[in-house]
């Protein structure tokens, strides 16, 4: 819907699991985010890229690696997560830079990550 | 520091209402102010942005907004509204000098539309 999408769709894992979560943007953006979203929480920033190189660590755990090859893919690379790591996390885009007019940030449909 | 405030964790209006979404900000400079809204099991869906001019954005789906700079506000109206509208809905504010991207986002309000 929005060219920007989000694999899998849902995710369950235990503790011990190594699992990637995988982005893909189709609008030809310069930058990407990772977002958490919990219950009854803000979405909470957890990392920016902006020509592939990450602008922004919002003082994300160490379980969470982020991977940004190109700046059409970014993965989210876990490891020894915890429960309360369960959420949906969203990726987005935008095209950033210079002294253009901002633009907008488009969201990808999430990944459900169930914790066990 | 910036950040946004929705004081309704939840607005219930009758199908064919007008109905307000409100919103509150605080950024040093000039703000950039955005609306999303996410249906259930979705992503966020981009409605509407104010950067500057007119203090009247409309957007998607009939939806609007005003930029009040003065009560530091950007509430989002519809003057009628359906239920197919009942949602999550996500103000959110960037500080326009930056140019990191980083949007700081509200902790949302349901919208419920009753037939």
């Known amino acids: 819907e929005t060219g920007v999408t989000q694999t899998p769709r849902h995710l369950v894992m235990g503790m011990t699991n190594k699992k990637s979560l995988k982005c893909e943007q189709h609008?030809?953006?310069?930058?990407m985010y990772w977002y958490k979203q919990s219950a009854k929480k803000p979405l909470e920033l957890m990392f920016v890229?902006?020509?592939?190189?990450?602008?922004e660590n919002n003082s994300v755990p160490s379980r969470f690696s982020p991977e940004c090859p190109n700046s059409s893919h970014l993965f989210l690379h876990l490891h020894t997560l915890q429960p309360e790591d369960s959420a949906l996390y969203l990726c987005a885009s935008s095209q950033e830079g210079g002294d253009r007019v901002m633009d907008t940030q488009y969201f990808g449909p999430g990944t459900r990550l169930t914790v066990l | 520091a910036q950040s946004v405030a929705q004081p309704e964790d939840q607005v219930n209006v009758a199908e064919g209402n007008p109905l307000t979404v409100k919103c509150t900000y605080s950024v040093s400079g000039n703000p950039y102010l955005f609306w999303y809204v996410q249906y259930p099991n979705r992503g966020l869906q981009f409605l509407l942005k104010?950067?500057?001019?007119?203090?009247l954005v409309k957007g998607s789906y009939g939806f609007e907004a005003e930029f009040n700079k003065s009560q530091t506000s950007f509430h989002l109206k519809k003057p009628s509204a359906l239920v197919s509208d009942s949602a999550l809905y996500f103000c959110?504010?960037?500080?326009?000098?930056?140019?990191?991207?980083?949007?700081?986002f509200g902790q949302g309000t349901t919208l419920q539309v009753k037939p």
């Open positions: 104010y950067i500057t001019g007119d203090n």
């Open positions: 609008l030809g953006h310069n930058a």
């Open positions: 890229y902006n020509f592939k190189e990450q602008t």
């Open positions: 959110a504010v960037r500080r326009g000098s930056s140019n990191t991207g980083k949007l700081i």
